[in-house]
Structure formats: structure tokens, C-alpha cells
């Protein structure tokens, strides 16, 4: 089985500063691995994504996220951020193949941008 | 596209009752899965239905049922509830193969009293 560690349970960063969330995972095999934020009152929404490759991925709104297999970990990036990126970011881990098919999610990151 | 809609938004139950939540797949896809998310929390995996069978399932007591129509559409049932029933109910759908990506709903929100 997987499972996702987000080491920060809420970053507070002022307006245009770069903000990383950090996300460790474990799995025996080898991985999927995703980034989505929740707005409030919302459902979630993919950030980005790793399932092989580059190990830099882009996404959506200027974030980008790092597959460091040997330290397993995905953090997530943005060099300047926005008022409107405050938000709970979940990392997830899926396990790439011959698996379930099943995201197993971290307890999330609140991410609280001020002005 | 209208994406993955499930109704209602929000709901309020008596503990004990019953309660059924609706989900539409994004256009295309063929499985649905459900999930449970605690005031606080990440997601907790529900069930998943494909081809109107349960997949796979989490760690949920039989209290939590679901189907899944021939229009890949899906209802998650819960009977008995409790107060710690209260959560956000999520809806995500994905196709079968490929999996590699999940859309997910706005969510139902389930209060319990």
C-alpha cells in the first residue's frame, strides 16, 4: 500500500514571494503522483501531474512540482504567488501500474497568501 | 462539457436516516468513485463502480452503498447515519484506461444533526 505525507499542515507566504509545499510518499512500486487544490466550498482540481518522464513537471497557474524518486518526495512549487492561490493543496499517490487505479490522498496543505 | 455535477450541494439528515447523493460522470468516462472528505482531511476513498459493479472498495462500513446506471452515472447511499457522517461527499470520474486522472465534482455537503 501507499501512502502521502504533507509535512506542513499550513504555509502562510506574503503576495509574490515563491511558496514550496512539501509532499513524501511511500510505495514499494512504482507511482503515479498528483497535485490538486481545493477552493473553498469546492471540489478538488488537478494541479499537475508525474506518471513518467521529466521528473519537472508544470501545471496549471504557474505551479510546478519535482518527482525526486530517491528521496521520495513531490514538491510542489510557485516562484511568485498570488492572492487568488489561497486555497488547500492535496498531494496524492497512485500506484502506476497493475494497481487499483485509487489516488490515496494527504490530509492536505492550506496555503494562506497575504497582501 | 459540464465537467463531473453532483446534487444536492448540501443536505441536512437526523442521525439515523437515510440519504442518497447523485453524480454525473464528465462526458466520456466510465467510472466513478466515490470518496469522503472530513472537515480538516483529504479524501478518503469510498468505492468505485465500473461497468455498474463495485470495484474496489475503502475501509467503510456496509451502511455506505452505491450503484452505478447504465449512463455511467452513479448514487452513493448511506443508511443510518451518524453524526460523524458529516463530511463533504466527493464524486470523481475517470476512464477505466486509461486511469491516470481523476475529475472530480463540487461535492455534496452532509451535515448530520
Known amino acids: 500500500a501507499q501512502s502521502v505525507t504533507q509535512l506542513d499542515s499550513q504555509v502562510p507566504v506574503f503576495e509574490e514571494a515563491p511558496v514550496e509545499l512539501r509532499c513524501n510518499y511511500s510505495s514499494s512500486v512504482s507511482v503515479y503522483l498528483f497535485w490538486y487544490v481545493q477552493y473553498p466550498n469546492q471540489g478538488l482540481q488537478l494541479l499537475l501531474k508525474?506518471?513518467?518522464?521529466?521528473?519537472l513537471v508544470k501545471g496549471i497557474n504557474g505551479f510546478e512540482a519535482e518527482f525526486n524518486k530517491s528521496q521520495t518526495s513531490f514538491h510542489l512549487r510557485k516562484p511568485s504567488v498570488h492572492i487568488s492561490d489561497t486555497a488547500e493543496y492535496f498531494c496524492a499517490v497512485m500506484r502506476g501500474s497493475g494497481g487499483s487505479y485509487i489516488p490515496t490522498f494527504g490530509r492536505g496543505t492550506s496555503l494562506i497568501v497575504h497582501p | 462539457d459540464a465537467g463531473v455535477t453532483q446534487s444536492p450541494t448540501h443536505l441536512i439528515k437526523t442521525r439515523g436516516q437515510q440519504v442518497t447523493l447523485r453524480c454525473s460522470p464528465k462526458s466520456g468516462h466510465d467510472t466513478v468513485s466515490w470518496y469522503q472528505q472530513a472537515l480538516g482531511q483529504g479524501p478518503q476513498f469510498i468505492f468505485q463502480?465500473?461497468?455498474?459493479?463495485?470495484?474496489q472498495r475503502g475501509n467503510f462500513p456496509d451502511r455506505f452503498s452505491g450503484h452505478q446506471f447504465p449512463n455511467y452515472s452513479s448514487e452513493l447511499n448511506v443508511n443510518a447515519l451518524l453524526l460523524g457522517d458529516s463530511a463533504l461527499y466527493l464524486c470523481?470520474?475517470?476512464?477505466?484506461?486509461?486511469?491516470?486522472?481523476?475529475?472530480f465534482g463540487q461535492g455534496t455537503r452532509l451535515t448530520v444533526v
Open positions: 470523481a470520474s475517470s476512464l477505466i484506461q486509461p486511469n491516470t486522472e481523476a475529475f
Open positions: 463502480y465500473y461497468e455498474e459493479e463495485e470495484r
Open positions: 508525474y506518471l513518467s518522464g521529466s521528473t
